[in-house]
């Protein structure tokens, strides 16, 4: 049974940055696309950021393109979210997910087979 462990979640001010990570564990963490989503109080859940098994393509909602970056260290089972020039509107429960089968990234969450628990992130203005 995989499992995902998200951190890094805080409150920052506008402007500023943070950092998530993700780390898996149950099963091989390098043939799998994985994402970030977010969910904000009164929103649909929505697709931030995917990353390919192969570390080779990477893609981002139109909302953080340029300011967040996806990462994965596939020694350390981790995934990460560099988060810069934090906005309001960014605030949500950001939750990792994986896909176990073969392929790249998808925006789509039902696409993903599991997810962590989430971590808060809060930008105040």
């Known amino acids: 049974q995989e499992q995902l462990v998200e951190s890094g979640g805080g409150l920052v001010q506008a402007g500023g940055s943070l950092r998530l990570s993700c780390t898996a564990s149950g099963r091989t963490f390098s043939n799998t696309a994985m994402g970030w989503f977010r969910q904000a109080p009164g929103k649909e859940r929505e697709f931030v950021a995917g990353?390919?098994?192969?570390?080779?393509?990477?893609g981002y909602a139109d909302s953080v393109k340029g300011r967040f970056t996806i990462l994965r260290d596939t020694a350390k089972n981790t995934l990460y979210l560099l988060m810069n020039s934090l906005k309001p509107e960014d605030t949500a429960v950001y939750y990792c997910?994986?896909?176990?089968?073969?392929?790249?990234?998808?925006?789509?969450?039902?696409?993903?087979?599991?997810w962590g628990q989430g971590t808060q992130v809060t930008v105040s203005s």
């Open positions: 990353i390919s098994w192969n570390i080779l393509d990477t």
């Open positions: 997910a994986l896909r176990i089968r073969s392929g790249g990234w998808y925006s789509t969450s039902g696409y993903y087979d599991y």
